[in-house]
């Protein structure tokens, strides 16, 4: 009622600093975040107690559908290509500047070598559908897993060997890639797995 | 500047005049609330995603495969310091010893399953040789395991800080020992 009353005054909080400090940390974790290579295989981890971080480089990996089969993948552009020279000198294929780009930049391979050519031909979503059948052969006779370790190895020799199995894979599969990696001489493999806590009581 | 642009358009004349009486001029003020929920939702999703997609890993050692051209023999090694586990799917069997082995069966689950059997025999080994790290744990995968089963069995290993446990490749009698030893059981 008094004249001298303060004029009411909307509270405004300066949001500046608030805004700039999320925007910092916004392009922090958008140029840090790594998203994952879409992947030509799903596959359902099992869970174990382990809990060591997959290392960010230098990986080889072998993964496993549910259904057994196999495909092989590395994660450095420079180590496919080089592994594609091997092929291209091993086999006597010989591939266009185009599929050589394609098959760089693929994370995952599922197909024998003979359909290679034709697999890096196909358009995406033909490839995708060819990866639902197709896997790398593990025969005794026909090794070609064992050739796709040696050619990436040989590209780079501080490759670290992770299997990534569906859990409901079988075992058998998992044991002739064991065989393969013993037959190389590498004794010592990590197998990728979900986190689950460690139980309670062991005594 | 909206009004004079208005102005511009209609009547000049007007807008001048208009334009005499001075406002004080008010800072605009922009709204940043949207923007900064939008900041936040994204910082959210970042923080999220980055900690969520590292996988673990379990390392393995595999021992190595001893051929005849070598001139290393098998280890040996006494018989009441081994148990044998023969990893089906979802199941366990298992024997301990060497000689005239009896099989018995047992599961994952975290009570009574195959845990408990491990430190049973670790205190077996324990009264016998007096170090429960002196047991010997022999893995045989028989063909209808599954992945699930390998990891699950030697997470076990790894629960139990058991040390000394060997992946070995399963013989063919042993394979046909489960096959009848489940016969029994359904029969029974």
Redesign the interface.
Known sequence: MSKFKAKKQNI?ID??P??DL??L??TF??L?????APEAVEVD??????????PAQDILMIS?SGDGRIFFGVDSKHVRLSILEKIKERYGYSFSEEEMHIFSILPEIGVPFEQLKGYLVLREDERKAIDKRTSIPVDSANNQLKQWILFARYSNPKLRI?IR????????V??RI?ET???Q?V?????????EA??QK?? | MAAEVGGDSGAPKKGKKKGKARKPRKRP?ID??P??DL??L??TF??L??TM?????????????ITEKDEVEPPKIAEGKVITLLVGRGKVYYYTGIEKPELHQTDFS?QGGV?RVL?QRRQEVAARYGNPDEMIVIIK????????????I??EM????QRKYA?V?ITKEEAEMVEEYKKQIKSS
């Open positions: 405004a949001m500046t608030m805004v999320a925007f940390l916004i974790f958008m840090t975040v790594k998203f994952r981890l099992p869970s174990s107690i382990a809990d060591t971080p997959l496993v992770v199995a569906d859990e409901r894979a079988p075992y058998p998992i044991a064991i990696l013993k037959e001489k004794h010592r493999f990590n197998l990728i797995t979900t986190f460690r139980p062991v005594s | 003020r940043m609330t923007m900064v900041g936040f994204l910082l970042f923080v995603t980055t997609s590292t996988p673990n890993t379990m390392p393995v050692v595999v021992p190595p495969k975290p845990r430190l995968m028989l063909d209808e395991a599954q992945y699930k089963d390998f990891v699950d030697l997470d790894n629960i139990i800080q992946l490749d």
